[in-house]
């Protein structure tokens, strides 16, 4: 298994603000993602996030407005840049162990922008 | 476009009955299906993962089952306890290929166990 911590847990921002996620998982890891979860919905892939690389994004998604860092195998960020009343969600990050297994998750961050 | 289909939406039990989730997907070409539980305000927590090769599998009071050749799978909960309560999410990856990645989420259901 993989223990994530993920954090904050959550957060209440004024539009056009920026907040970052942090997401620390206890073993290195080759694979994590960050979802988003709007309310009522199910699960959406923001991106992968690439250790030494850019983040692979999702259709839909960008980097200047999801702005992600992978600095090593164990630590990734995920920015939600100039936020409004619509970026209100759950943001999950992920880890996948190599070989099909089973997804990992943190417990998430609940943002209300306001 | 693959997708994945719950039912239904949401449902209230009293506590002790036994209740079954039904999810319905087309996902190809097929690797896994797995199915998380949802607190609310927690991440997905893993309950099961089958291949494709796999019909039935037990977690505690937690039963899945899988038949892929119509492509469904339902999850039993038997003698259900109030920490039953939350969302539960079929989830179905795909095989695309080496480097590809591809979970397909379904929208959950809502499960309510009443006293």
């Known amino acids: 298994s993989a223990v994530i911590s993920q954090k904050p847990s959550r957060d209440i921002c004024q539009r056009g603000t920026s907040l970052t996620i942090q997401c620390q998982v206890d073993s290195q890891v080759t694979m994590m993602f960050w979802y988003r979860q709007q309310p009522g919905q199910s699960l959406t892939l923001i991106a992968t996030?690439?250790?030494?690389?850019?983040?692979?994004?999702e259709s839909g998604f960008v980097i200047d407005k999801f702005p992600i860092s992978r600095p090593n195998l164990t630590f990734s960020t995920l920015t939600v840049s100039n936020m409004s009343p619509e970026d209100s969600s759950i943001y999950l990050c992920?880890?996948?162990?190599?070989?099909?297994?089973?997804?990992?998750f943190g417990q998430g961050t609940r943002l209300t922008v306001v | 476009k693959n997708q994945v289909e719950q039912s239904p939406q949401s449902l209230i039990i009293l506590e002790g009955k036994n209740c079954t989730l039904q999810?319905?997907?087309?996902?190809?070409?097929?690797?896994?299906l797995r199915w998380y539980k949802q607190d609310t305000g927690r991440g997905p927590v893993s309950l099961t993962i089958?291949?494709?090769?796999?019909n039935t599998k037990s977690n505690g009071r937690y039963t899945a089952t899988l038949d892929a050749d119509t492509k469904q799978s339902s999850l039993h909960i038997t003698a259900s306890q109030l920490s039953d309560s939350a969302s539960y999410i079929c989830?179905?990856?795909?095989?695309?290929?080496?480097?590809?990645?591809?979970?397909?989420f379904g929208k959950g259901t809502k499960l309510s166990v009443i006293p």
């Open positions: 999810c319905n997907y087309t996902v190809s070409p097929f690797s896994n």
């Open positions: 992920s880890v996948e162990r190599p070989m099909n297994t089973e997804a990992f």
């Open positions: 089958m291949t494709f090769s796999e």
């Open positions: 989830v179905v990856r795909d095989s695309s290929g080496a480097g590809s990645y591809q979970l397909t």
């Open positions: 996030a690439n250790q030494g690389s850019e983040a692979t994004y």
